[in-house]
């Protein structure tokens, strides 16, 4: 299958409001007022009013607990929803996060809750519109492919032994370079969410943060310990009232000066790939999803380490070099194409799917999901879809998507996966 890449100005906004007063959150209250009064009206209807679209812009609500009403603006740019309804879910667990369940589930002062959602506001920006992680579109946590783990990940289960915490990552720019057993068994949702937030925090060397695990503790906080090693690159524990800060980081001293070298190699390798894997320079940008183990592997230079120059001028074609952000958008428009309107499957080919959503509502399985326009395209294929390419207007690049199933020994690599890549044509 094939297409035109749109090009579009990427426009995000979220609106949060109680579900029974309509009482603005977020925003003020003239911004949302008339999309409160279009759901309200609906509800006193007795109709569900999910989504609308208009102008190339659309609109989706989506209530919690009968408590919050959370309305997300976005640009129209997949023809199917799916996306959009995982969005509004991680934004309502990004609030559980830092503030907890209970504050909102039952919403007692307006005002002060008002207040204490500020804190939300670095978190949710981060994952609207302010990175280049995948998760919020893959549902699957970012990792960073290194060669030679095993050392760190002795260093990270010593150092979290040392702090009397299971439950510890190291990551650069907010992509998992090495993390405890405990941290991977936490919930994609948890460890996704966990990974942006350290993305959105403020430069600082140590900082002690209250957090709510959605899925295993959303009424109970726990202490999330981060500490920056390298311009980048953090390590973070989760752990209860002890250690204190300081003993904590008297002990990132001990356990990861001596890597420093190693840590600063990660943190220049922008490709996210190891060496000795054979990549083609033509490969301007790839997204490799693991939908077994919910992981994902991205880069937006993957050419870099054979040299800025052939990157360049493989990425030239005929009108110009394609910028970061340019590929990053094509890549983003793909995966929207690709995951939810032609290969809907592909989203439950791995681990058990969550089937109860965070407002207790029962979840539909994603290839059951169909646009109120009826321009879902893989209905109407007999066959089943493993490959597809699209081509840009602007330029002689084109994206293509591959789906496999990989046989592997080792962790993470065995089950299905999927890649999307950019390459000239």
Known sequence: AHSHVRTYTIMAYLAA??????????????????????????SNLKTSLLSCTNGGVKVVWKCFYQSI???LVMTDDSPVETHLLHLLDTMFNALVLLIGLQELECVQNVERLKKDLKCCYPLIDNLLQGTQLMYPLTQSVDVVAVEDVSTLSQCMD????????????????G???????SWWNLSPL?????????????????????VYLPRASNKVAHRMLVFSLLEGVHVCVLCDAEPSLRRAQDEVGVYWSGLTERLVKCARNPSSVPPGVDLSPSVLAFCLVNLRSRRCVSSLK??????????????????????TEERHRYLVDFYKTVADNMLPSQVKDGVKQETTAANGAQLRPPEEVTPANGRLLHAGIPHKITE?????????????????????SGRGTRGSSSQLIIKPF
């Open 17 to 42: 409001i109680t579900a029974e007063t309509g009482v603005p959150l977020f925003l003020s209250f003239p911004v949302v007022g008339s999309l409160n009064g279009v759901h309200l009206f609906a």
């Open 69 to 71: 009403t959370l309305i």
């Open 158 to 173: 010593a150092f979290s032994e040392a702090v009397h915490s299971g439950y510890g990552c190291v990551s650069v720019d």
């Open 175 to 181: 992509k998992i370079i090495v993390a405890t057993e």
């Open 190 to 210: 948890e460890i996704g969410l966990l990974a942006h937030l350290i993305a959105s925090l403020p430069p600082a060397r140590c900082q002690d943060i209250p």
């Open 302 to 323: 993957p050419s870099t380490f054979l040299g800025d120059s052939i990157n360049n001028t493989l990425s030239a074609g005929f009108q110009g070099e394609l910028s």
């Open 388 to 408: 597809s390419y699209i081509c840009t207007k602007e330029s002689n690049h084109g994206c293509v998507q591959d789906s496999n199933r990989q046989q592997g």
